[in-house]
């Protein structure tokens, strides 16, 4: 069964200016939706709205047609790894492996290196290695639908590939809303790009669109 | 830290035989909402771990603070019947 998760009727502002004001965005199971936008266009505050852990004047988030005003209290429908840092430096990979109910031998057969870590704390990793713990646990949680924003920052070449892999692979049992200025990597995972120009959403049917909408130069 | 004010509370509590207890409690609860305030502006991103667990901020912080609360009223009991 396809799921959608849908966004429309944002109405975003900080300090009189507006942030997002026409939106509309569709993801569904199956496939990945792309969002790209310049820095400061509200690419982070709108996943976050969708999320609802960022409060707006109105707001309508749904999935499969029914309203989800706090989408962060259903995680087996909606899941988001944010721009930074989120699992508390504590915890132990065990731990959090067996938290979010991803399972440990089949990370460590894609990254045979976090082997040794089973037991250490995900603080004693590096900032590369620590991403890309986050990043796969959220990419295979069970959820119908996740949102990952600058996923690939802080991963080596290799590793984005090996991710860019596993997203493609698990899009079969979850939709993802992604976001990262390496746009390159999201032109080529996507399978619908949205475009964020001043608060308003554009959906793309081709790379010069996002040329037109002043975002990148693509042919270049 | 909420645990180690809690012990220093009960000590001042039992030692001055529940002559203080008015002010410890307040002062329990003035640092319950400095804790609170401090937990929210630099532990902020790492709610994001929790709510993808499907658990709240507000279920969070609701549950800590009755398990808190629990503790501290609970062992005041006791030094009183104790005492």
Redesign the interface.
């Known amino acids: 069964m396809i799921h959608t998760l849908e966004a429309d009727g944002i109405d975003l502002s900080f300090s009189g200016r507006k942030i997002l004001s026409d939106i509309y965005i569709k993801c569904e199971t199956g496939k990945i939706t792309g969002l790209l936008g310049r820095n400061g266009q509200g690419k982070s505050c709108l996943m976050q709205v969708i ?1 609802g ?1 960022l409060s707006v004047k109105s707001k309508s988030v749904r999935v499969d047609g029914s309203y989800i005003p ?1 989408a ?5 429908l909606l ?2 790894m ?1 721009q ?5 430096g504590a ?1 132990k990979l065990e731990r959090i492996f067996r ?2 109910e991803v399972e440990f031998s089949a990370f460590t057969r894609q990254f045979p290196i976090y082997n040794q870590f089973f037991q250490s704390s995900i603080s004693s990793l590096s900032g590369g290695q620590r991403r890309l713990v986050e990043l796969y646990l ?1 990419v295979m ?1 069970k959820s119908h639908f996740a949102m990952l924003d600058e996923p690939f920052s802080h991963l080596s070449p290799i590793q984005i590939d090996q991710m860019k892999e596993l997203i493609i692979d698990e899009k079969r049992n979850k939709g993802f809303l992604v976001t990262d200025h390496m746009y390159r990597h999201i032109t080529e995972i996507s399978d619908n790009i949205y475009v964020l120009v001043n608060g308003k959403v554009h959906l793309t049917s081709s790379l010069e669109d996002i040329e037109n909408l002043g975002y990148a130069y693509l042919s270049k | 830290m909420s645990f180690f004010i809690t012990l220093i509370c009960l000590a001042v509590i039992a030692k001055s035989e529940f002559s203080l207890f008015s002010s410890m409690f307040w002062f329990k609860l003035g640092t319950n909402g400095m804790i609170y305030y401090f937990i929210s502006d630099y ?1 902020h ?5 929790f ?4 658990v ?1 901020r507000t279920l969070l912080w609701t549950s800590t603070a009755v398990i808190d609360a629990m503790f501290f009223l609970g062992s005041c009991l006791l030094i009183y019947l104790y005492r």
């Not at chain 1, 930074?84 to 508390?88: K, M």
């Open positions: 999320y852990s706090d962060y209290k259903r995680s087996d899941v988001y944010p930074f840092n989120f699992v508390p915890l938290d979010l959220i949680t | 532990k991103k790492e709610f994001y771990y709510q993808n667990l499907g709240s």
